[in-house]
């Protein structure tokens, strides 16, 4: 009880970073400086959130945006997001609805796009984007040619999509999804991605040589996002191969709780130099919250992990002691006090490490053939397979009334152009 307790001032203290639920605003996307895609992951945290504790009073607020968010296409990827959107970035909105279709978090309305449905729509499109021009596969990080990183393949995008197909494979049955799993996890394997002998897992590397030049820093919920895809197999087959390969990445991921202070887990590629940017203050909320859930799906883990999270979780409550409230978490653990930052993601990291004590009272997450109830479309995404061009914006019709128009706007715009032309010729020619 008093871990529930502390895990609803947590919720309460996180949400009140979200305005979207409030007139006027738009459902699903937190103010700045925070991007499209942590709305999306902190919808997953509110989903535990009421699959840990039982308490629904958010549960509309995030069924809310879950469902607003999901574009025209119903693949998570709406025309106000597409232009800057990434891999990785629809990849946790895929993650979250998944979450949502395993935990049975309540069904939407049956004329609306369902859980599990819109998780196979994120993965179908993601797999048409698979990339063997380059490196031999992976995907890259950006969607399209003009955003930065699209000559990028990084291993939170690899990550998602590996974790994806995993569970829609234990969640369905259906060996399509696992053979891309395995897919991605050899690519991962092939590229170095993931060390094999310290089983570290790098951020990303180059098409342009050929992802042989690796990033080498190591980020939470790269490490996090490999392991929950391999719990998933490991309970899919309950093969030897995953058993170890799952044990392997744990054992890697230690490095994340070996800072100033054994056993708290801390984001050792920025935290210990203070140069943790928005993004990476979240990153723990993910790693702890696939932690937790892989103990469900590799029961074997949790004698290993557990000295781990509850190490940490302690310290994470301790220092939530700022705000004007005087109980708003700050984003460095280990250090026993408060460390002045605020923010969505201090918050959920701290919201899910404390939840992660309730692990062994909840229900294992649900299969089709294990209770599920969210119905799929193993179809999704079709009206975005394969496009490498956002959606532009759509006309009606066009009439003598706008021929018109556009002729007159067409003289207008010549002459306006001529006269430039004729301003800028003099200028070029007048002596200097």
């Not at 607020?61 to 968010?69: V, Y």
């Not at 302690?314 to 700050?330: E, P, S």
């Not at 918050?347 to 649900?366: D, G, R």
Request: hydrophobic content about 35%.
């Amino acid at each position: 009880d008093s871990v529930k307790s502390i895990s609803k001032q947590m919720a309460e203290d996180l949400v009140s970073f979200y305005h979207g639920n409030e007139p006027g605003q738009t459902p699903g996307l937190l103010p700045d400086p925070y991007y499209w895609w942590e709305a999306g992951a902190m919808m997953g945290t509110l989903i535990d959130y009421w699959y840990y504790t039982g308490d629904e009073t958010y549960n509309n607020l995030t069924k809310q945006a879950l469902l607003f968010q999901v574009g025209e296409t119903k693949d998570y990827m709406p025309r106000n997001q597409t232009r800057t959107e990434g891999n990785d970035d629809q990849g946790f909105w895929g993650l979250s609805v998944m979450s949502a279709a395993e935990y049975k978090f309540p069904d939407p309305p049956p004329d609306q796009p369902q859980w599990l449905g819109l998780a196979q729509a994120v993965f179908n499109t993601q797999a048409a984007r698979w990339d063997t021009e380059h490196c031999g596969g992976g995907l890259r990080w950006q969607i399209f040619t003009w955003n930065n990183g699209y000559d990028y393949k990084n291993s939170i995008s690899q990550a998602c999509f590996f974790a994806l197909g995993a569970r829609l494979a234990l969640y369905t049955g259906n060996t399509s999804y696992s053979d891309w799993a395995e897919k991605t996890w050899d690519w991962m394997i092939h590229t170095k991605l993931i060390n094999t002998t310290n089983w570290y897992v790098y951020d990303g590397a180059g098409i342009e040589t050929n992802c042989t030049k690796l990033t080498p820093y190591q980020f939470t919920y790269n490490a996090g996002g490999m392991i929950l895809g391999a719990a998933a197999m490991y309970n899919l087959t309950e093969s030897q191969t995953w058993k170890d390969r799952l044990d392997n990445l744990l054992e890697g991921a230690k490095v994340f709780f070996t800072g100033p202070k054994n056993n708290i887990m801390s984001e050792v590629a920025c935290e210990s130099v203070n140069t943790c940017n928005v993004d990476e203050h979240s990153f723990k909320a993910y790693l702890t919250r696939w932690l937790t859930m892989m103990i469900k799906w590799a029961p074997h883990t949790y004698d290993t992990i557990s000295p781990y999270l509850r190490a940490s979780s302690i310290a994470a409550a301790k220092q939530c002691q700022g705000g004007d409230n005087g109980r708003m978490c700050g984003l460095i653990w280990y250090d026993g006090k408060y460390d002045g930052s605020t923010g969505v993601g201090q918050q959920m990291a701290a919201l899910e490490i404390t939840m992660s004590n309730l692990i062994q009272n909840s229900s294992a997450p649900v299969t089709a053939h294990s209770g599920g109830t969210s119905k799929g479309d193993p179809g999704g995404g079709g009206d975005d397979i394969g496009r490498n061009q956002p959606p532009g914006p759509s006309y009606g019709p066009i009439n003598g009334g706008d021929r018109f128009g556009a002729a007159i706007l067409t003289l207008l715009v010549i002459g306006t152009v001529v006269g430039a032309m004729f301003f800028i010729f003099l200028d070029e020619t007048s002596p200097k």
